[in-house]
């Protein structure tokens, strides 16, 4: 199976493309093959993110994880409940609320990826995703202007986005060559250190 994995909050945001069995490339925005209309959604989250802290918009995502609990009987109690195609990394996630699959399933191996939900002391109710591009043979292209090196020096993007209506979300993604990983927290009101603390939770997760 050669599905591609890449969330659709990853290419509208941060310009992201899917390629197969490419690894990791990074590119200036302007010589990226996405539509101009995505280029120009990338520059303004950046003007908008440096003026105010984050991109207003009403975020499906921080409503869902806010309200997480209240898809507690759609999610597994265990990664042990999933059949994956890999093993999963050891980190001790916190008041663990459920997990899910994420990516391709590959016949007789089991899923590339999988997502958890969980509550944080600290950073609050949060969903952690991670997709294996070698099993899916799948890759992804970055643009330079939205790449940091905020996750153990490791290329990064920032997504913050939310309003009064849905909340906040704050979102770190982390890349390697193989690996996408994804780190969503949410807030009903904006608080300006909050993707700090999420930033300081995904170092831990990728340590473990």
């Not at 509208?12 to 390629?19: D, E, Q, S, T, Y």
């Not at 918009?57 to 265990?78: C, T, W």
């Not at 999963?88 to 899923?111: C, D, F, M, R």
């Not at 643009?143 to 009064?164: C, M, P």
Request: glycine share 6%.
């Amino acid at each position: 199976m050669k599905k591609l994995i890449l969330t659709v909050s990853a290419i509208a945001c941060v310009g992201a493309v899917a390629l197969p069995q490419t690894g990791l490339q990074i590119y200036p925005l302007e010589k990226m093959d996405i539509p101009q209309e995505i280029k120009n959604n990338v520059l303004e989250r950046k003007r908008q993110e440096t003026k105010n802290g984050y991109y207003k918009q009403f975020s499906e995502s921080a409503g869902f994880i806010l309200n997480v609990d209240k898809h507690r009987s759609e999610l597994q109690p265990s990664i042990n409940d999933l059949p994956m195609a890999f093993k999963p990394i050891t980190y001790a996630y916190p008041n663990v609320i459920g997990y899910a699959p994420v990516g391709s399933y590959l016949p007789e191996k089991g899923w590339t990826g999988y997502s958890v939900a969980f509550k944080h002391p600290t950073a609050g109710n949060c969903m952690y995703s991670y997709f294996d591009l070698k099993l899916s043979r799948g890759g992804v292209q970055l643009n330079e202007e939205s790449v940091e090196y905020l996750v153990n020096h490791k290329a990064s993007a920032r997504i913050i986005q939310g309003d009064k209506a849905s909340g906040y979300s704050y979102e770190i993604d982390w890349y390697t060559a193989t690996t996408i990983n994804q780190l969503e927290c949410a807030t009903q009101t904006f608080d300006p250190l909050e993707f700090d603390r999420v930033v300081q939770l995904a170092e831990e997760i990728d340590h473990a």
